[in-house]
């Protein structure tokens, strides 16, 4: 009988062939999003620093009539 391989064997190493190749697609894109991710968080982090830095020289109290007059 040999090696031959049923239709059964050989349609399930191509669905695994065919999520492995899907596996490799979405890792590759999901690696692109991550690094996206990372810039954006440390540029996020930059504008948090300087709107808590500005805020902090901000007056707690609510300005007078006088200066609007």
């Known amino acids: ?3 031959a391989e049923t239709p059964r064997e050989k349609a ?3 669905i695994i062939a065919a999520y492995e190749s899907e596996f490799d697609r ?3 894109t ?3 999003l991550e690094t996206k991710a990372q810039g954006t968080i ?3 982090g930059v504008f ?3 709107v ?3 805020a902090k020289d901000l007056s707690t109290t609510t300005p007078s ?3 609007f007059a």
């Open 1 to 3: 009988m040999g090696n």
């Open 12 to 14: 399930a190493a191509e």
């Open 26 to 28: 979405l890792e590759d």
């Open 30 to 32: 999901w690696k692109g």
């Open 42 to 44: 440390t540029v996020a």
């Open 48 to 50: 948090i620093g300087f």
């Open 52 to 54: 808590l830095a500005f």
């Open 65 to 67: 009539a006088a200066v």
